[in-house]
């Protein structure tokens, strides 16, 4: 196996295990325009992977996460790394919590965000329970 063969494996297998995870993986730039997702990304939301790619990351924030999406940023910028809660939207309009570990990374001097997104929504619901 030459070089470029090795590279075109690890690379092949590098895309089977990311979808494999059971949490989202998601790369976006800073304007938000999707990169790269997992399968747990788009299928958890009722998406399609070519329907997913075309949106900005905006699209799928519910109204009382997407006005936290300016401070959650900078916060990005200036720290690196961030974890917080938000809420998506999903393409039926169901809602999903998530617990998202965002963290900022570059490639040819450009910035990326990559996201790692636990669906907290059963905990979330529990929660809202127990307060009753």
């Known amino acids: 196996m030459d070089n470029q063969d090795n590279q075109q494996l690890k690379a092949d297998l590098?895309?089977?295990?990311?979808?494999?995870?059971?949490?989202?993986?998601?790369l976006h730039d800073l304007d938000g325009n999707v990169i790269y997702v997992n399968e747990s990304t788009y299928k958890n939301r009722g998406y399609t992977k070519e329907e997913f790619m075309k949106m900005n990351f905006q699209d799928i924030?519910?109204?009382?996460?997407?006005?936290?999406?300016?401070?959650?940023?900078?916060?990005?910028?200036?720290k690196g790394t961030v974890v917080f809660e938000s809420t998506d939207i999903c393409k039926d309009g169901s809602l999903i919590y998530v617990e998202v570990h965002a963290q900022i990374i570059e490639s040819d001097d450009k910035k990326y965000v990559l996201s790692i997104e636990r669906d907290i929504t059963t905990r979330k619901e529990?929660?809202?329970?127990?307060l009753k």
């Open 61 to 78: 924030n519910a109204p009382e996460s997407s006005n936290l999406i300016r401070s959650r940023m900078k916060d990005l910028i200036k």
């Open 14 to 26: 590098m895309s089977r295990m990311l979808d494999k995870a059971t949490d989202s993986i998601l």
């Open 126 to 130: 529990a929660e809202k329970n127990c």
